[in-house]
């Protein structure tokens, strides 16, 4: 499991004699209740679970709510299988990340735990090639997370356009999963509608503008997803996951349709 120790920038004087393994599942997610997600990503994420603010730092972060409690995701099952209809982008490239050097600023970094890293040629692809340069696998990568990165900034800037704008609320999530009370998760915010919707036009025009807009009308279309989590959920704590997972989703193993040589991330003309 991923801890924030284990996660070091990647850099050649340290990495160059590492081998890895494509993850071949999400046992690494099965700790994540909440993952951020960009706005690059919103045309999938809104079907496929609730999106939420929750402040990192001083500053609020949009968030994938993927547990109906802290450390546990009902999207992974115990075979480590993903269960859901979009795997985030912040998933996808384990053992590879985001780190936030400082505000508007990421790495890319490794993390050093994972069991897909090995000092052994046999077991993997180098990250490195003799003149220290990333190789093609992983530069594609490193590509990949790019990307993301850049997509981090701007939904970050929108997010705080939405806090500043005064339209975030705090929500108190209620999950129903089969016990006698429901569950929650704290520190969470969503839009509040009447507070959006009495905007003046100016002040609509800004958020627009700064893309805020738009994720403020896919969190609120996202808030029926909690139904899907719920689901998951329940099925997650009886054990007996499989048949309603398929149920709820459809296709019951996503990774078998991921081609794991071509990451991608979206259209890279989208504006800043």
Do not use: C
């Amino acid at each position: 499991m991923r801890s924030a120790a284990s996660l070091k920038p990647l850099a050649a004087s340290r990495h160059r004699g590492l081998y890895w393994q494509r993850a071949r599942g999400y046992r690494h997610a099965a700790t994540r209740a909440l993952v951020p997600i960009t706005r690059r990503e919103l045309p999938r994420a809104v079907g496929a679970f609730p999106l939420a603010f929750s402040h990192t730092g001083d500053r609020p972060v949009l968030h994938a709510v993927l547990g109906a409690e802290p450390g546990r995701s009902a999207f992974v099952d115990t075979r480590g299988r993903w269960r859901g209809a979009y795997v985030p982008a912040y998933l996808r490239a384990h053992p590879f990340y985001l780190a936030e050097r400082d505000r508007d600023r990421h790495v890319v970094a490794v993390d050093e735990s994972a069991e897909e890293l090995a000092a052994d040629a046999y077991t993997g692809e180098a990250l490195f090639d003799d003149s220290d340069s990333p190789t093609p696998a992983l530069q594609r990568v490193i590509d990949f997370l790019g990307a993301l990165a850049r997509s981090r900034v701007q939904t970050d800037r929108a997010a705080q356009a939405l806090e500043e704008a005064g339209v975030l609320a705090e929500w108190r999530l209620e999950l129903h999963v089969g016990g006698e009370q429901p569950q929650r998760l704290g520190g969470l915010y969503r839009i509040d509608e009447p507070r959006l919707n009495a905007l003046d036009a100016a002040s609509l025009q800004r958020l627009r503008d700064t893309g805020a807009l738009g994720l403020a009308y896919a969190q609120l279309l996202s808030a029926d997803q909690r139904r899907r989590l719920e689901a998951l959920a329940k099925a997650r704590s009886r054990e007996q996951h499989l048949p309603e997972a398929e149920a709820v989703f459809g296709e019951p193993d996503l990774e078998a349709q991921i081609d794991w040589d071509q990451l991608d991330f979206g259209d890279e003309s989208e504006s800043s």
